[in-house]
C-alpha cells in the first residue's frame, strides 16, 4: 500500500479486519517490521485518540515516531505560483519535501473549515502532502474521509456481532457547533463494503452527499429506523446542502437508552455528554466507546504494517 487517504485505499478490507484482531492479540508480533524507520505525524488539528493510538501503533511495530503540531502557527501556502508575500512563510512544496527526508510515512490531521464546500473538498493540505512527498501519507482524518476510524468501526463491529449481517443504523445527533462530514462519510463508505444491512437516520434538510449515500436507505423517522437495530452509530454532521450550518431545531434526536434498546451503542468521540447522547446510555453496557478507541490502535497498525511491508 502506498497511501492510505481513504478506506478503500485497504485492500481486502475483510482480511484487514481480521489482521487488525490478529494484531490485537499479539500486538508485538511484528516489532521489527518499522525497526529504523521513522513516522511523522503533522497534527494541523487537536487530537487525543488519532494521536496516542497511532503513536502505539508504529510503536508496536517498532517504528519511532514525531509528531508535530503546527496548528494556526506554521502558515503553509498551498497555491502554486503564489507571492508569498503575506502571512504564509512557507510552500507546502518545501514542507512535504523537507519532512519526507526525515520520514519513512507521514501521518496528516487537517480539518476542514466548513464555510465553503469546494475549497474544504479539495483537502489542500492533505494532497499537498500525498503530491509533494515522497514517501506514503496516512489521513488523519480531512474533508473528505476519516478512514482510521472507519476501520475502527468496523473491526468493532466484527468483535461484536452476534449475526453474520446485523442491523446497523447511522443516526444524526444534535451539537452546538458546525461538525465536518467526515466520519459519518468515511464509516457509509466502509459499511458498504462489509457484510451489514445500513440505514440512514437523520431529520429532513441534513441530507449528506448523496455520492456516498448511494443507494443506502434513509428514513427520516428514527423511532422507526432504530427498531430491531444491532448497532447504532451516533454522529452530528452540520448540514450538506445549507454547507456547515449548524441545524438546533432537532434536540431530541439525542440518543437515549431508551430510544437504544437493546442496541450496542457507538461513536467515534469526543462526545457532549446529554447533548448527543444522555449519561445512561455513554455509561450503560451497551455503549462500546471506549472499546472503539482501543481498537483505533489496531486499525492504525494494520494500515502501517501494510505500508511498512512494501517500503
Ligand atoms: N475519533 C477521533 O478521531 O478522535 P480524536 O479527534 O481525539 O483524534
Not at 492510505?4 to 490478529?22: G, P, T, V
Not at 507546502?92 to 501521518?107: H, L, N, P, T
Not at 445527533?173 to 463508505?189: N, Y
Request: with cysteine; aromatic share 8%; hydrophobic share 40%.
Amino acid at each position: 500500500m502506498k497511501k492510505f487517504i481513504q478506506i478503500n485505499d485497504i485492500s481486502n478490507l475483510r482480511k484487514a479486519i481480521d489482521e487488525a484482531l490478529s494484531l490485537k492479540k499479539e500486538p508485538l508480533q511484528f516489532s521489527e517490521l518499522g525497526k529504523s524507520k521513522r513516522l511523522v505525524l503533522l497534527f494541523f488539528h487537536t487530537s487525543l485518540r488519532t494521536r496516542l493510538s497511532t503513536e502505539n501503533a508504529a510503536s508496536n511495530l517498532g517504528m519511532q515516531v514525531s509528531v508535530l503540531n503546527p496548528g494556526d502557527g506554521w502558515s503553509l501556502e498551498l497555491q502554486e505560483g503564489a507571492v508569498m508575500n503575506l502571512d504564509c512563510q512557507e510552500h507546502i512544496k518545501e514542507a512535504a519535501r523537507v519532512v519526507s527526508q526525515y520520514a519513512d510515512i507521514i501521518g496528516v490531521r487537517a480539518f476542514p473549515k466548513l464555510k465553503d464546500k469546494k475549497a474544504d473538498q479539495l483537502d489542500s493540505i492533505l494532497n499537498g502532502f500525498v503530491k509533494y512527498a515522497s514517501v506514503p501519507v496516512i489521513n488523519l482524518e480531512c474533508c473528505n474521509g476519516h478512514p482510521l476510524q472507519a476501520l475502527t468501526d468496523a473491526i468493532t463491529i466484527e468483535e461484536e456481532k452476534k449475526v453474520s449481517r446485523p442491523k446497523i443504523v447511522l443516526s444524526w445527533a444534535p451539537h452546538p457547533k458546525a461538525l465536518p462530514h467526515a466520519v459519518p462519510e468515511s464509516f457509509i463508505r466502509c459499511m458498504r463494503q462489509i457484510d451489514a444491512d445500513l440505514t440512514i437516520t437523520h431529520p429532513k434538510g441534513l441530507e449528506l452527499d448523496p455520492e456516498t449515500v448511494g443507494d443506502v436507505p434513509i428514513c427520516y423517522n428514527q423511532t422507526e429506523a432504530l427498531k430491531d437495530a444491532d448497532f447504532v452509530y451516533v454522529k452530528n454532521w452540520s448540514s450538506y446542502s445549507n454547507y456547515g450550518k449548524v441545524i438546533r431545531d432537532f434536540d431530541n434526536w439525542m440518543m437515549t437508552s431508551d430510544k437504544l434498546g437493546g442496541a450496542y451503542f457507538m461513536h467515534c468521540l469526543p462526545i457532549r455528554r446529554n447533548v448527543v447522547a444522555e449519561d445512561s446510555v455513554l455509561d450503560g453496557n451497551r455503549s462500546l466507546v471506549i472499546k472503539q478507541a482501543n481498537n483505533r490502535t489496531f486499525a492504525a497498525q494494520v494500515v502501517l504494517k501494510r505500508i511498512l511491508e512494501q517500503l
